[in-house]
T-cell receptor, first 115, second 113 residues
Framework: AQTVTQSQPEMSVQEAETVTLSCTYD???????LFWYKQPPSRQMILVIR??????QNATENRFSVNFQKAAKSFSLKISDSQLGDAAMYFC????????????FGKGTSLLVTP | KAGVTQTPRYLIKTRGQQVTLSCSPI?????VSWYQQTPGQGLQFLFE???????NKGNFPGRFSGRQFSNSRSEMNVSTLELGDSALYLC????????????FGPGTRLLVL
């Protein structure tokens, strides 16, 4: 079974600064999809960014970008110019055909943004 | 376009009862997945429905069941509730099954007493 590991239970960043959240995963598949979801206190799970494994180019969405290292099975999320509204739980997730495309989530990283 | 909606948002039940949760996907989306979120186990996949057929199921006991209607709305049922079923139940929809991105609803918080 695939495992997704987020080694940082909590992270803190100052407003306007940059922070990187780590994620590693274990798989024998070559074709898969990786996601970062954000869950604020409202508990609504919000898609931040998606990366297809077959794409070498790292995905970016405004202030959010990823560093996808396929050989190392690493998928980190960089948040630039952090804002108070970025404070949330961040989940890394993986899906592929061998699990029927069910999302397999990490345990999450709680991000605190300080003024 | 309206997002995924889930009803009810909060629910309190007692052990042994059964509960039905509802999920309406984004308009045009035909796949609905359900996830359970607890502090101890994190986010776990329950099942996925596409075109009224269950196409994938997670590792949960048979007390957990679901169905999907022709309008893609989905219901999840838990029978003989146990204290450990207390959780946030999240529904996610996507255009089709497979690698499509899933968009989540606000969740239903179930408390079993």
């Amino acid at each position: 079974a695939q495992t997704v590991t987020q080694s940082q239970p909590e992270m803190s960043v100052q407003e306007a600064e940059t922070v990187t959240l780590s994620c590693t995963y274990d798989t024998s598949e070559s074709d898969y999809y990786l996601f970062w979801y954000k869950q604020p206190p409202s508990r609504q799970m919000i898609l931040v960014i998606r990366q297809e494994a077959y794409k070498q180019q790292n995905a970016t969405e405004n202030r959010f970008s990823v560093n996808f290292q396929k050989a190392a099975k690493s998928f980190s999320l960089k948040i630039s110019d952090s804002q108070l509204g970025d404070a949330a739980m961040y989940f890394c997730a993986y899906r592929s055909a061998d699990s029927g495309y069910a999302l397999n989530f990490g345990k999450g990283t709680s991000l605190l943004v300080t003024p | 376009k309206a997002g995924v909606t889930q009803t009810p948002r909060y629910l309190i039940k007692t052990r042994g009862q059964q509960v039905t949760l509802s999920c309406s996907p984004i308009s045009g989306h035909r796949s609905v997945s359900w996830y359970q979120q607890t502090p101890g186990q994190g986010l776990q996949f329950l099942f996925e429905y596409f075109s009224e057929t269950q196409r994938n199921k997670g590792n949960f006991p048979g007390r957990f069941s679901g169905r999907q209607f022709s309008n893609s709305r989905s219901e999840m049922n838990v029978s003989t509730l146990e204290l450990g079923d207390s959780a946030l139940y999240l529904c996610a929809s996507s255009l089709f099954a497979g690698e499509q991105t899933q968009y989540f609803g606000p969740g239903t918080r179930l408390l079993v007493l």
